[in-house]
Structures are given as C-alpha cells and as structure tokens.
C-alpha cells in the first residue's frame, strides 16, 4: 500500500486531544488492511517525524435508519502514534 492510502485522515476529536494532549501523540484514521508497521512507514515518510510507537483498535460500524431503511456505517480502524520528544505535526498545532 502507499503512505497516501494508508492515512486516511486525522482523527480530531475532543476524546483525542484532551487523552494525547501533553504525551506527544496523534490519532489517525487508517485503511482497515493497514498493520503497525505499515502505519509507522507512512507517518514517518508523510510527515518526517519520528514514530516510536503505534497502537491500533477497529471501531465497529453503527446502525443507522433513513425512514423505514436500516443499514450500517462502514468499520474503520484508528491508529494512536506516539512520536518522539521534540517532533510535532505542523496541522495539530493549535493556534
């Protein structure tokens, strides 16, 4: 896979930055196929930062109604990495 596809998106959330806030970490989005290693590779090709550490969880897809129609939300998978003292990513910096 390319580094592009890997990282989807970061996940900016309340729940993510008030528990990375501090501890030099980031929360991404990232394909469902992608493993550790993959997601350290393309953090550190995309962004030229240091990865010391990355941990992964799948977030289950959630049922959703429109009228009478039911269906699901696709699961998707988040990757909290943990970067080295010093390296921070430009677009997480709160102004």
Do not use: H
Not at 15 to 23: D, F, L, N, P
Not at 42 to 57: R, S, W
Not at 62 to 74: A, E, I, L
Not at 75 to 91: N, S
């Amino acid at each position: 896979m390319e580094s592009t596809s890997i990282i989807r998106r970061p996940c900016v959330t309340e729940k993510s930055i008030a528990s990375t806030e501090g501890a030099n970490k980031v929360v991404f989005e990232v394909a469902v196929g992608a493993n550790k290693i993959e997601i350290k590779q393309a953090v550190q090709e995309l962004f030229g930062v240091t990865v010391l550490n990355v941990n992964t969880m799948r977030v289950p897809g959630k049922k959703v109604r429109m009228g009478r129609y039911q269906g699901t939300k696709p699961a998707w998978k988040k990757a909290i990495v943990t970067l080295r003292e010093g390296d921070t990513i430009e677009f997480f910096e709160s102004t």
